[in-house]
């Protein structure tokens, strides 16, 4: 089988399909406007991606081991590195002219409220089973969301530019959190292994000041889940297309960088508290994960 097609930024995407981005990190997707082409059997995005679709498409879609039903109304959820495979996929893509969607890289808002509450939104989980049907008003509320966040990202930015985005996406999500408890998404089974692992990681690295802590192993959270590290490395690599050591590495660099652009402690002092037993190789990863050094990557984003 292809390999899913992976896009690392909104503008990545949006070349792709021969739109211009709004920005390169953050932009909204109006589908009238891409042109036809042929489905990929999957897409790997580097961004998070909220998506509005009316009517059915021309394709099925599995999110973990889960088939989607597209017709009507829908609201869809993707994290970053999450995997969705599609059914169907030689035939063209033409979805209604009314779908839209918000594709918002972590760069864009690092250093907000934003990126310390996005991660707490069960919406962007495996754990979710099936997308969220808004009803027509519901609809209306999360369309003006996103024409007014298009409408903040097309225009001159300026020093005020990334927090109003920023508040009109927590908006977004906050109208997506009363749909998701309506839905009765909330009560349903918690005991989804790829779910409990995301919160356990999740909550590992979440902020406490001044706790350094070890570099969270594959048999850690295999204790604290019951399972054998073997059983559990194979169940996550098998759900999500990613090995549980790519997922814990991801959360590490995510970490720092939220830390590095929020705090003004020394990279030798964040080193400490990931996990880290010599700062050098903190700096080794980063460099080796981003392509830049923490301290460049800081410089860069006071810049």
Known sequence: MTPAIRYDTPHDYCAAIGIRALHPLATVVRYA????????????????????YCGDTSCGVRYGRNMYDYRDRALFFTAPGQVVTFTGHKEPYRPRASCIALLLHPDYFRGTDLA???????????????????????????????DHIASELARRPDSHTTRVVCAAVGL????????????????RSGTDVVSRFETLLNDYFAPAPGSPRKLP??????????????????????????????????????????????????ISQIAYELGFDYPQHFTRLFKAKTGVTPSQYRKDFAE
């Open 33 to 52: 406007a891409m042109k036809a082409y042929s489905n990929p059997p999957g897409l790997c995005c580097g961004y998070y991606v909220v998506s509005l």
């Open 116 to 146: 310390q509450n996005i991660g707490r939104h069960r919406l962007f989980s495996y754990e979710a089973h099936e997308a969220l049907r808004p009803s027509l008003a519901e609809a209306a509320c999360i369309r003006s969301c996103l």
């Open 172 to 187: 977004l999500l906050a109208y997506s959190d009363r749909l998701y408890d309506r839905q009765g998404a909330a009560t």
């Open 217 to 266: 192993s594959v048999k850690l959270f295999a204790d604290r889940l019951h399972l054998s590290p073997d059983y559990l490395s194979c169940l996550i690599k098998k759900e999500t297309g990613h090995n549980m050591q790519e997922h814990i590495l991801h959360k590490v660099i995510e970490t720092a960088k939220d830390r590095l652009c929020l705090c003004d402690k020394s």
